[in-house]
């Protein structure tokens, strides 16, 4: 009795060990660089999560007959004045967040098909840095 006891207890305790491990396994993903995605633009990839810079590349954003906005993402901290190969292209189904614009960090959650990385969530970064206007700026005559 003692045994079976035991090994009902040691099945249980391995059955939710397992259930906690796969869910913490989906609830965290780590975040992918966009020249590592460029590197691999052959290699379709389902629920990614990005990190990137929003290129100086012109931004397109419509509304109608769907809203959609499409960009370029480059790795944080690359040189603008060069080509640099990790650039991608995006593509959001959905309103434009408030502090998008060009040279924004942004973390997306998507699947890259086709060398194009399709945002399910678009998340901008705030700068890190507030600076008011001058008061030249706001008391201009």
């Known amino acids: ?10 099945v249980f305790v391995v059955v939710a060990g397992a259930l906690v491990f ?10 992918i660089l966009p020249s590592a995605l460029a590197a691999n633009s052959a290699v ?4 990614i999560r990005v990190g990137g810079r929003v290129a100086a590349l012109p931004v397109d954003y419509r509304v109608e007959p769907t809203i959609e906005l499409k960009f370029s993402l480059e790795d944080p901290g690359s040189n603008p004045a060069t080509k640099h190969p990790g650039i991608i292209p995006v593509v959001y189904s959905g309103i434009k967040p408030d502090m998008f ?35 030249e700026t706001m008391y201009k005559k």
Do not use: W
């Open 101 to 135: 614009a060009p040279g924004r960090d942004v973390i997306i959650d998507g699947d890259f098909t086709g060398g194009t990385l399709t945002a399910h969530k678009l998340l901008t970064q705030c700068p890190s840095k507030y600076e008011a206007p001058s008061a």
């Open 44 to 47: 379709d990839m389902k629920r």
């Open 22 to 31: 796969q869910a913490s396994q989906e609830g965290t993903s780590s975040v």
């Open 1 to 10: 009795m003692n045994k079976l006891f035991i090994s009902i207890v040691l």
